[in-house]
């Protein structure tokens, strides 16, 4: 079928937008990137983010999810009212940040090990006399081992 008359317009490169501006702003308004890669695998773009975390077992706002009980009267069985247990489709998710978070967590201040066994042999041959252990002026500054000046 053949198209109205004038209707079709030629586009024109737009020289007075700021394409660096452009580019940042459609980034920001993507989706962002999900750290946790257990999270990541699992999430369903179609769904919301409420939705995604409920079936991952996960809350959005945790003040609703553990609510502070107010004190009052004691109140009749028949008024407490128990809320349906949002239903976990994807325990697997759970699982997995659990065995994660229980892993021990890896050291990264410790020392370099030349220099460890360095200290060693020093303690070994000299005990806690420092003085006598190599005369130092200061840290690593006149000692006869591997950091000599």
Known sequence: MPKAKGKTRRQKFGYNVNRKRLNRNARRKAAPRIECSHIRHAWDHAKSVRQNLAEM?????????????????KAMEVDIEERPKELVRKPYVLNDLEAE????????????????????????????DYKVSGGHVGWLGRCPGPFAA
């Open 57 to 73: 077992g996960l809350a959005v706002d945790p003040n609703r999810a553990v609510p502070l009980r107010k004190r009052k009267v």
């Open 101 to 128: 978070a229980s892993l021990p967590e890896k050291k990264g201040n410790t020392l370099s090990r030349d220099l460890i066994d360095y200290v060693r042999y020093m303690v070994e041959n000299h005990g806690e």
